[in-house]
Every structure is written in structure tokens, then in C-alpha cells.
């Protein structure tokens, strides 16, 4: 595997983590993850549970698309944007949401990636 297919593959296994992180943690104690989300977001006639476990399925979606490199611009993209937003609706937590615009680095960063070719097809011509 050359350096850069590695560089990659370990931005995405960081990525993932960091997605698959909090619905998992949700799951066994969803009080404290639930004060993440907006009030508009919270006051909408949806239970708090299910908003919280749906978001939890987009994120755990994500992690394995990134994970999986395909058309990784998409998974991506949707990544970087959905973590500045849960920084810009909890600039009052920066204490705890600051790390959030590290991972926006690390999708963005996959976004505009070149493509890396598969490890088959390295040494083809």
C-alpha cells in the first residue's frame, strides 16, 4: 500500500470513529447527548428519543460510506457540513464542540482528496 492510499485510509478510519462515536454512546446514555441539538431542532413534535437515535443512523450511515472510499467527496461533504453546523448551534459548549472543527478538517480534507487509486491497481499500466 503506498503512502498515499495509507494517509488515506487512515483519515477515513479517523472519520469513522468520530461518527460512529456518539450514537453508540447515545444508545446507553441518550440524556446527555440530546442538549447537542438546536431548540428549533428540539421543539419540533417529534420525540426527543427517536430524533436522537435517527440523527444517530445518519451518522453510523456516514461513518461506513466514508469507511467504505466510495464516492467519498459525498460522505464527505455531508460530514464536514453537518459538524460545523452542530458547532455553530453550540458556540456556548465550544469547550466541548471545538474538537468537532478538527474532524470538519479531516472530512474536508477527504472531499478534496485526489483519487487514490485501489491497491490492485497499483503496478498496471
Given amino acids: 500500500m503506498r503512502r498515499e ?12 470513529f468520530a461518527l460512529l462515536y456518539p450514537p453508540i454512546a447515545a444508545v446507553f446514555d441518550p440524556v446527555s447527548w440530546l442538549g447537542y ?32 472510499g466510495w464516492r ?4 464527505a461533504l455531508t460530514a464536514t457540513l453537518m ?7 453550540n458556540l456556548t459548549q465550544m469547550d466541548i464542540v471545538f474538537r468537532d472543527l478538527s474532524i470538519a478538517a479531516i472530512t474536508l480534507a477527504l472531499a478534496f482528496w485526489p483519487n487514490v487509486p485501489p491497491p490492485a491497481a497499483q503496478g498496471k499500466s
Avoid at 492510499?5 to 469513522?16: D, K, P, V
Avoid at 431548540?39 to 467504505?68: K, Q, T, Y
Avoid at 459538524?83 to 448551534?89: D, E, G, K, P, Q
Fill in 37 to 68: 441539538f438546536p431548540h428549533f431542532i428540539r421543539a419540533l413534535p417529534i420525540d426527543s428519543l427517536v430524533l436522537l437515535h435517527g440523527f444517530g443512523s445518519i451518522e453510523v450511515a456516514l461513518a461506513l460510506w466514508i469507511l467504505s
Fill in 5 to 16: 492510499q495509507l494517509a488515506h485510509l487512515s483519515l477515513r478510519i479517523g472519520a469513522a
Fill in 83 to 89: 459538524l460545523v453546523a452542530i458547532v455553530a448551534f
Fill in 72 to 75: 467519498i467527496r459525498i460522505p
